[in-house]
């Protein structure tokens, strides 16, 4: 049996952050036991989580691109006096 992971083994495995993994061990969405106080990983249950995630990504369609939005306020005139405006 491998020895179990911590959750900066884990975050180092997976090039996240730390707070990342452990804030998915906390929701329940990744594999882990809470062992006096601290969290551990299964590298078995986590190479199983992964398999189960790169499928999901596979089956995801492309992301589609957005339009890209406009960058500097439109400038605008009032009305009554004819003065620019940034804002309305």
Do not use: I
Request: aromatic share 6%; hydrophobic share 30%.
């Amino acid at each position: 049996m491998e020895s179990m992971m911590n959750a900066r083994q884990v975050a180092e495995l997976l090039g996240v952050h730390e707070n990342w993994v452990y804030d998915q061990a906390a929701k329940g969405s990744l594999p882990s036991y809470k062992l006096g106080g601290t969290r551990r990983f299964d590298p078995e249950e986590l190479r199983g989580w992964l398999a189960v995630h790169r499928e999901a990504e596979r089956e995801q369609p492309a992301p589609t691109k957005r339009p890209r939005r406009r960058t500097c306020p439109k400038v605008t005139r009032r009305r009554e006096s004819g003065q620019p405006r940034l804002f309305e």
